[in-house]
Structures are given as C-alpha cells and as structure tokens.
C-alpha cells in the first residue's frame, strides 16, 4: 500500500474580505521530507500554516494530512503545531501544562523522552511567568510533539531564541527528521532554512514561485561575489562585469556577472589578491531576487 503524502495541499485559496491571501496554491509535501517556508511578511506563509490546521476558512480547494482531513489529523494526533504567536496560560507551571496537553491525546510520547527531546528537563516545575523566551519556545515545542505527530508545523519557531538556542533546536529538528518525522517550517532565518532543509519551497503573493533543493534555488541566481582584502585607495571602477563595490575596512566585495573576467582582470592589474574568496548567490540573494522580481511585475 502506498504511503499517502504527510501533506496534501491542491488548489487552495484563501481570502481575507476582498484580499486573495494564497492563490490557488498546490503543494505536496512527502513524509519524512524537511521543509521550509520562505518569504516576504504577508507572503501568505502563517496563512497556509492556519488553513492546513483547520484554523482557517478556506475558500477553495483542498488540504490533507496524512490522507485525512485537517480536523480529523489533529484530533487523531497526527500534525503538532508551533505557532507565531502561540501562547501559554498564567498562573500554572509548564508540568502542569504539558501533563494536560498529553493527556488530549490518544498516542503520547513517552515523558522522560519528550522532556529531553524538546530540552525542557529540570523545568516542569518552574511558572511558565519565569521562562525565559528560548524556554518559552521550547515548552511550546514540547507540546507541539506531546501526542507524538508524524508531521510538524512550525511558524517561525527560533523568534525569541538567541543564537545558541536557536542552534540547539535546529540539532533537536534534524534528531526528529532522522527519526521519520515530517517538519514544515516557516521562517525569516534563511541561513536556517539553507543548513537544516532538504527542500525550500519560496512564497509569495499566496503563490509558491520556487520549489526545490536550497542548492537547486541559490542555482537560479546568475552572478557572484568575489571578496579579498585591498588597500583602500585601491581603484576598482571599470573591473569587466562588475555590477557594485562594497568596503568593509579593508576588504572590498565585488558583485559580478563574469567571474573568471573580473578575475582575470584583477590579476593582471596587481597579481595579488590576499583573503581571496569567491561566493555564489546566498540563498537570502536568491529568495530576494525571486520576491522582488514578483513584486516588480505586479
């Protein structure tokens, strides 16, 4: 028997009053899959989370987790959220919380595992007023996985965390991809999207625009950076297929179309080129170039 996709989204639309916030979107995503969802702010990111949740009207088309409908996976367990701005009750603390989250479900996951999955272990009896942001995030994750889904929803899951938490928890999403999880993520943290994902999937307008590997959408940017150190008063102006010129102190960054031109330029007029490093397009430079492009066709 085949195994239905963890997520099935096919013709999907859907509308705030007289605002189309997603366009007759389709996407599949298969179990197991790492995903990330990226984009401008009001690209349709949060709307397509909520409406695969079942939070949302939708006007048409269809969604399927799991080949089930929205409220029926949850309600079986199936999808465990982490929303923008998901929150926790007062006046309680996060052993409380949790112990009443796992009990709405009829699979749990195993508590001593769950705690040291999520990274909340020594804090079940601590308020949920004295979290701290990074804590915070980690509760709500620890609950997003209580009932043990196969597929995961995350909206910018890393928002208040700072760098070390935000490392922590990518490490304990890639554990959980290794165990067969799904995870769909939302996020403005491109270099984030670009390490943990095995596949990007960039919005905008409601409409998916790009679709594929982060390597496989960086590949659709022509040009590169060639970066190296130089003395200030260095003059650089007509470098063939040079587009922009950027100083940081004493290393200059060129943005061309020709590398190998410039290049060879370069060494032809000095011959040395200290801390050479020559980049592609980030997969930031990518997502802007394809959302701007969109922008300037409306």
Not at 16 to 29: E, F, K, P, Q, S
Not at 69 to 85: F, I, K, S, T
Not at 212 to 224: D, Y
Request: glycine share 10%; aromatic share 2%; with cysteine.
């Amino acid at each position: 028997m085949t195994r239905p996709p963890a997520l099935e989204i096919s013709a999907l639309t859907v509308r705030y009053g007289d605002i189309v916030a997603v366009a007759d979107l389709d996407l599949t995503i298969p179990a197991g899959s790492t995903v990330a969802l990226l984009g401008p702010n009001g690209a349709g990111k949060s709307t397509i989370v909520n409406a695969v949740l079942g939070l949302l009207p939708v006007a048409t088309g269809a969604v399927q987790i799991l080949g089930r409908d929205p409220h029926e996976a949850v309600r079986a367990g199936c999808v465990g959220a982490m929303l923008q701005h998901g929150g926790l009750p007062s006046e309680t603390k996060v052993g409380e919380v949790l112990a009443l989250v796992r009990r709405s479900f009829p699979q749990q996951w195993a508590l001593d595992d769950l705690l040291v999955t999520a990274g909340i272990d020594g804090l079940l009896g601590r308020p949920v007023e004295a979290l701290s942001g990074g804590q915070r995030q980690r509760v709500l994750l620890a609950l997003a996985l209580a009932g043990a889904p196969p597929l995961l929803l995350l909206d910018e899951p890393t928002s208040a965390m700072d760098v070390e938490g935000r490392r922590a928890f990518w490490t304990t999403m890639r554990g959980l991809a290794e165990r067969g999880h799904t995870v769909v993520f939302a996020t403005h943290h491109l270099d984030e999207a670009d390490a943990v994902a095995d596949r990007v999937v960039v919005i905008a307008d409601g409409r998916v625009i790009a679709d594929g590997s982060a390597a496989q959408v960086k590949s659709g940017v022509a040009g590169r950076t060639i970066s190296f150190t130089a003395d200030p008063g260095r003059r650089l102006d007509g470098l063939p297929a040079v587009s922009a010129v950027t100083w940081h102190g004493d290393t200059v960054t060129l943005a061309t179309a020709d590398a190998d031109a410039t290049l060879r330029a370069l060494l032809s007029d000095d011959g040395s080129l200290p801390d050479l490093e020559v980049r592609g397009a980030s997969l930031e430079d990518a997502v802007l170039s394809l959302t701007s492009t969109i922008g300037a066709t409306r």
